[in-house]
């Protein structure tokens, strides 16, 4: 199984929509959850930290789920603009250390 | 808004050569990393620094990387006899505080090996 999952895609939505993403974590003693966005050849900017009690920014909701590892994000009244792909990144554990781990992301197509 | 920079945008090398890449973090972080991204393929962690060390490095930082913090603003990525697969994407990044807080990434520096 590996480290952490995403289901790459293509989420093909209408604008207006309501679309959310799953990222699966295979080690319970993971920390620290992020999303990221990453535009085509370009660097991955951060969307927002990730927590148990979840949290939103405008559009955007992500949650946690210990219980069952996976981390989710959601995103409402999608925007072309939103067009992207999606990583999450779990901190897994490593020899004492956490390691920053990405999924190979999840593409999103917004279209009119 | 602070950002990270990154230097050069593109740097094509031959096969065996030594190579710099070079990173401007947000000027009160503390935390530095190096992430590689073959193309088409996950962002993939290399290194992390804090403190003038180095804290956590994954297997593909073998002997071959290095990282130092020459000054008080550059952080830089050696590759010493680069070969084929080192062609990547390479993306430095910077936190103010520890691993569990966000990472602010550079453009990148595409690298191209002969």
């Known amino acids: 199984r590996k480290e952490v999952e995403q289901d790459p895609g293509p989420f093909n939505v209408p604008e207006g929509a309501t679309v959310a993403f799953n990222c699966t974590y295979s080690n319970s003693a993971s920390q620290s959850f992020f999303w990221y966005r990453q535009d085509c050849r370009k660097e991955p900017k951060l969307l927002m930290s990730v927590y148990s009690s979840g949290n939103e920014d405008g559009r955007f909701t992500a949650q946690l789920n210990r219980a069952s590892q996976y981390i989710s994000l959601l995103i409402r009244d999608s925007k072309l603009s939103d067009s992207a792909t999606y990583l999450c990144?779990?901190?897994?554990?490593?020899?004492?250390?956490?390691?920053?781990?990405f999924g190979r992301g999840t593409s999103l197509i917004v279209h009119p | 808004e602070p950002e990270v920079t990154q230097t050069p945008s593109h740097q094509v090398t031959q096969m065996g050569q030594e190579v710099i890449l070079r990173c401007v973090p947000i000027?009160?972080?503390?935390?530095f990393y190096w992430y590689r991204q073959i193309l088409g393929q996950k962002v993939e962690f290399l290194v992390s620094?804090?403190?003038?060390?180095?804290?956590?490095k994954s297997e593909i930082f073998d002997d071959q990387f290095s990282v130092e913090r020459p000054d008080g603003s550059n952080f830089t990525l050696k590759i010493r006899s680069t070969k084929l697969e080192d062609s990547a994407m390479y993306f430095c990044?910077?936190?103010?505080?520890?691993?569990?807080?966000?990472?602010?990434f550079g453009p990148g520096t595409r690298l191209t090996v002969t």
């Open positions: 000027s009160n972080h503390l935390y």
């Open positions: 620094f804090y403190n003038n060390e180095i804290s956590e």
């Open positions: 990044a910077s936190s103010g505080r520890d691993r569990s807080y966000e990472q602010y």
């Open positions: 990144v779990v901190n897994i554990p490593l020899g004492g250390s956490y390691i920053p781990t």
